[in-house]
């Protein structure tokens, strides 16, 4: 099958990884629907749009709907659509860290569940979720940020053997520190303010994290990921994708001695 007749879907596509992942591909001959969660932010450059907002059912149905009418298959799904809130676990409401998983996970899986019986109809397809590498390092004021993402390692690791039967491949992608939209949509918990204990402590390292973040502008081992995902008959489980230091950590990271690797996050952030 060329490229041209291959069909991907890709949720958060309005900026981001979605979007260069959607630019990437549509240039390389996918057809390539990507989705975003207002009309406004339905600009592209030359893939599909269409609205989802993964928190709703009825809007995940329609959209999986919309491209089995016009293409009449799937070939892959890149669940991406995700937020950031940030502050400290004791700053975080009920609320609040529903939020967080209601779009980080719930919504993963809401598109999973949708998507998965025109896959195994096909006896083919491929679900790639994006991951992190704060899914297998917890980071501090990013608590359940990280739940989510240790939610998504969980996930894919158990639908990966249940769906191997039916031809569906699913991987997941674990980007470290990446300049994306994302730092700047990343929004701190609304009791993290000067009254907190925490204010000082969170608000550096979050800092600390969203300088690193825009430290790095090239998003193309990302992308490269998903095209090797791609055009791969077995990908693997996981893609992890970051600089030297922090792909070492995270190779170490069940070696080490816990009260090393709790100090060497901290350090990182500057938490005393």
Do not use: W
């Given at each position: 099958?060329?490229?041209s007749?291959?069909?991907?879907?890709?949720t958060?596509?309005?900026?981001g990884?979605?979007?260069a992942?959607?630019?990437?591909?549509t240039?390389?001959?996918?057809?390539?629907?990507?989705?975003?969660?207002?009309?406004?932010?339905?600009?592209?450059?030359?893939?599909?749009?269409?609205?989802?907002?993964?928190?709703?059912?009825?809007?995940?149905?329609?959209?999986?709907?919309?491209?089995i009418q016009?293409?009449?298959?799937?070939d892959?799904?890149?669940n991406?659509?995700?937020i950031?809130?940030?502050?400290a676990?004791?700053?975080?409401?009920?609320t609040?860290a529903?939020?967080?998983f209601?779009?980080?996970?719930?919504?993963?899986?809401?598109v999973?569940?949708?998507?998965?019986?025109h896959?195994?109809?096909?006896?083919?397809?491929?679900i790639?979720?994006?991951?992190s590498?704060?899914?297998?390092?917890?980071l501090?004021?990013?608590?359940?940020y990280s739940?989510?993402?240790f939610?998504?390692?969980?996930?894919?690791?158990?639908l990966r053997?249940?769906?191997?039967?039916?031809?569906?491949?699913?991987s997941?992608?674990?980007?470290?520190?990446?300049?994306?939209?994302?730092t700047a949509?990343r929004r701190?918990?609304?009791?993290?303010?000067?009254?907190s204990?925490?204010?000082?402590?969170a608000?550096r390292a979050?800092?600390?994290?969203?300088?690193?973040?825009?430290?790095n502008?090239?998003l193309?081992?990302?992308?490269?990921?998903?095209?090797?995902?791609?055009?791969?008959?077995?990908?693997?489980?996981?893609?992890?994708?970051?600089?030297?230091?922090?792909r070492?950590f995270s190779?170490?990271r069940?070696?080490l001695?816990?009260?090393?690797?709790?100090?060497?996050?901290?350090d990182a952030?500057g938490?005393?």
């Amino acid at each position: 099958m060329s490229n041209s007749t291959k069909v991907i879907l890709i949720t958060g596509a309005s900026s981001g990884f979605g979007r260069a992942i959607a630019n990437a591909l549509t240039a390389k001959d996918y057809r390539v629907f990507g989705t975003v969660r207002t009309p406004r932010a339905a600009q592209s450059d030359g893939f599909t749009t269409l609205p989802l907002d993964v928190t709703q059912d009825e809007s995940v149905r329609a959209c999986i709907s919309e491209v089995i009418q016009v293409t009449g298959r799937i070939d892959a799904v890149i669940n991406n659509a995700g937020i950031g809130i940030a502050g400290a676990i004791e700053d975080t409401t009920a609320t609040e860290a529903q939020a967080q998983f209601d779009t980080n996970f719930f919504g993963l899986h809401r598109v999973c569940r949708a998507v998965l019986p025109h896959l195994r109809a096909q006896r083919a397809g491929a679900i790639i979720n994006m991951s992190s590498l704060a899914g297998r390092i917890a980071l501090p004021f990013q608590g359940f940020y990280s739940a989510t993402k240790f939610a998504i390692e969980a996930y894919t690791e158990a639908l990966r053997m249940e769906v191997r039967p039916f031809g569906v491949s699913v991987s997941m992608i674990e980007p470290g520190d990446f300049a994306t939209s994302f730092t700047a949509n990343r929004r701190m918990t609304n009791e993290t303010i000067p009254a907190s204990p925490y204010y000082e402590p969170a608000t550096r390292a979050i800092a600390t994290m969203a300088r690193d973040e825009q430290a790095n502008q090239d998003l193309s081992p990302v992308i490269a990921a998903v095209e090797a995902i791609l055009r791969s008959r077995r990908p693997a489980l996981r893609y992890p994708r970051a600089n030297a230091v922090q792909r070492t950590f995270s190779a170490l990271r069940p070696f080490l001695p816990q009260v090393l690797a709790e100090y060497l996050i901290r350090d990182a952030y500057g938490v005393k």
